[in-house]
């Protein structure tokens, strides 16, 4: 992926994320539309994934024709927002190896801490796409994908629903080979992280919690 930021504008995308930012969506509703979003985004994530060529026989006559190429994907939902995503991007791509990554923000220093670390084996030899709806401050997405390289991690790809500028210049910054697919570049994070206009706490509204 050439580019390192790609803001998916597709009308549907755009449609469907008005919608999950109206306060006044409920939770089932906005847990649909995230993951209609999430395989839209899906497909503009994995536009450049490698792909070889195989023999095959139609009905009519044998030809070759590009399959997807090398190890089966990696996901890596950051969670707990990130399952949310997930649940979208899945059925695209059944196949795909499927981990998780647990980081809370410690109150005293504000420095994310791990609690949770399981991902699939060879993750070096695998494309990897890390799942987090918002890209805020950016220091859990940073901090992941950190933990992703030290598991091995070569070509890792991040995929948002919403992103802050601040998040945008601190992953460039710290990961400037990981490109990022959002469906929105918003205006700016508020004094407690928040993005806006933003749609509030991703997770809360995927759970209903909050
Ligand atoms: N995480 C969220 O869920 N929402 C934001 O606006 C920022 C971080």
């Known amino acids: 992926m050439s580019q390192h930021l790609t803001v998916v504008d597709h009308p549907l995308v755009q449609h469907k994320l008005t919608i999950m930012r109206d306060v006044a969506t409920p939770t089932p509703e906005f847990r649909r539309l995230l993951q209609e979003v999430a395989l839209l985004l899906a497909y503009e994530v994995t536009r450049d994934l ?4 195989v023999t095959i026989q139609t009905p ?3 030809m070759k024709a590009p399959k ?5 994907l990696a996901l890596i939902s950051i969670l707990r927002a990130g399952n949310g995503l ?5 059925p695209l791509i059944p196949s795909a190896r499927v981990g998780f990554v647990g980081l809370y923000r410690d109150e005293d220093t504000l ?5 949770y670390f399981k991902v699939p ?20 997405s940073v901090a992941a994908i950190d933990l992703l390289k030290d598991a091995g991690a070569k070509r890792i790809r991040f ?13 460039k910054d710290a990961h400037p080979d990981v490109p990022i697919v959002t469906a929105a570049l918003d205006e700016r994070l508020n004094e407690n992280g928040y993005i806006v206009p933003g749609l509030g706490d991703a997770g809360d509204r995927i759970f209903g919690t909050g």
């Open 121 to 140: 084996d060879a993750l070096g030899e695998r494309d990897v796409i890390a799942l987090d709806p918002m890209l805020a401050t950016g220091n859990s």
């Open 159 to 171: 995929m948002c629903l919403l992103a802050a500028p601040e998040g945008v210049a601190r992953m």
């Open 68 to 72: 997807l190429a090398g190890k089966k």
């Open 86 to 90: 997930l649940d979208g991007v899945l």
């Open 50 to 53: 490698p792909v070889g060529a």
């Open 111 to 115: 420095e994310p801490v791990q609690y």
């Open 60 to 62: 009519m006559s044998e």
